[in-house]
């Protein structure tokens, strides 16, 4: 399941290569002892939890509010665990920006080495991009992604998306996203159980479990002849005013191009749909209009955000922080650091950074 979402300050700049550097070896002796310990499917529910990845990056010395926790907390752990990987079985593939692209051939490289078929990971790794991308528009672009997993196929997403327009969501702000495949029901509802951030926004939300009639309905829509679903792209200029996050700003060569594929395609399911190049927010979100203004099914505009601690959480709005979580992350690295491989001094530094933490 997706576990968590963060919102947290848009910050620039990267971490000093000295601070980098402690981080990855920190990160590599507390991974080391919590596979040592509890085996690897056990690090990729503490790293899907977004409270334990909090309390991680704090620990490892990092702003605990700060965008750049996410892409250099995950940076550390790909840099310390390389040449372990094997042994922890447990694998860290993407990262920021363009490094993000290469993570399906990262995935299947290492599914070669390691002798399993990598395709069900590579479906996940992209999968769980396209849905926060074009199915939760929520205004935030993904520009991050690490993809990780244990030779048994296991996975966690960890994903930060960036919104820069500062329209109806705070502008230079960050919205991280976290995966977990133990007990994945559904990816396209309700795939998350807690969500993580301080601004509830408007949001065409397709994985919404009130979303079901429109998911049925627009890929019903997908598979009738472009020419039928074209005439009615001129009456979503008139919906109701309550929709203006929805503007439609598609190219109407463009979508009838799409529509033609996805009617070739037959689609036999909103997943399916997905899958189809082409498929990006503005078709869906096109499609999504069309199929509530013919058919009245009427997609979610709830923003997934449940929880928040990044801003405001500590004074219990808009959500209080769950306390007993977040204990429970901050006691388990307190065991995990007094067992890691680090120097005395390293040690209680930690510890002492956690406890004011």
């Given amino acids: 399941m997706r576990t968590g979402i963060a919102e947290l300050p848009l910050h620039y700049g990267r971490a000093p290569r000295w601070l980098f550097e402690k981080m990855a070896k920190l990160s590599r002796a507390i991974i080391e002892v919590i596979v040592e310990e509890y085996g ?34 995950c940076g550390a752990m790909k840099e310390g665990t390389k040449d372990i990987a094997h042994s922890l079985e447990l694998f860290f593939c993407g990262g920021k920006g363009g490094t993000s692209r290469k993570t399906p051939k990262e995935i299947e490289t290492i599914g070669q080495k390691i002798g399993k078929n990598p395709q069900k990971l590579i479906y996940a790794s992209k999968m769980s991009a396209k849905i926060d991308n074009t199915c939760v528009q929520d205004g935030y672009n993904l520009y991050h992604h690490m993809f990780i997993f244990t030779k048994n196929l296991d996975w966690a997403v960890i994903q930060q998306g960036m919104n820069l327009e500062g329209v109806r969501v705070r502008r230079g702000m960050a919205r991280r996203y976290h995966w977990l495949s133990l007990n994945l029901k559904s990816y396209t509802c309700e795939p998350h159980s807690a969500v993580c951030c301080d601004l509830i926004n408007p949001c065409l939300n397709m994985v919404a479990s009130e979303s079901e009639e429109s998911r049925k309905i627009v890929t019903e829509i997908a598979k009738v002849h472009p020419d039928k679903t074209k005439k009615e792209t001129e009456k979503i200029l008139q919906m109701p005013a309550r929709h203006p996050v929805l503007k439609l700003d598609i190219n109407p060569k463009y979508f009838y191009k799409i529509l033609l594929k996805t009617y070739e395609l037959v689609p036999n399911s909103f997943e399916n749909l997905l899958q189809i190049e082409g498929i990006g927010p503005k078709t869906l979100r096109a499609l999504a209009l069309i199929g509530e203004l013919i058919y009245g099914a009427k997609p979610s505009f709830r923003d997934p955000a449940r929880y928040s601690f990044a801003h405001g959480g500590k004074d219990g709005f808009p959500y209080p922080v769950d306390k007993e979580t977040y204990n429970q992350s901050i006691n388990f690295l307190e065991n995990a650091i007094r067992k890691a491989k680090i120097g005395e001094n390293d040690r209680l530094k930690l510890l002492k950074k956690l406890i004011n933490f």
């Fill in 40 to 73: 690897p499917e056990e690090f990729l529910r503490k790293v899907s939890d977004p409270f334990w990845f909090q309390a991680f990056g704090s620990v490892l010395g990092f702003d605990w509010h700060s965008s750049g926790v996410t892409t250099t907390v």
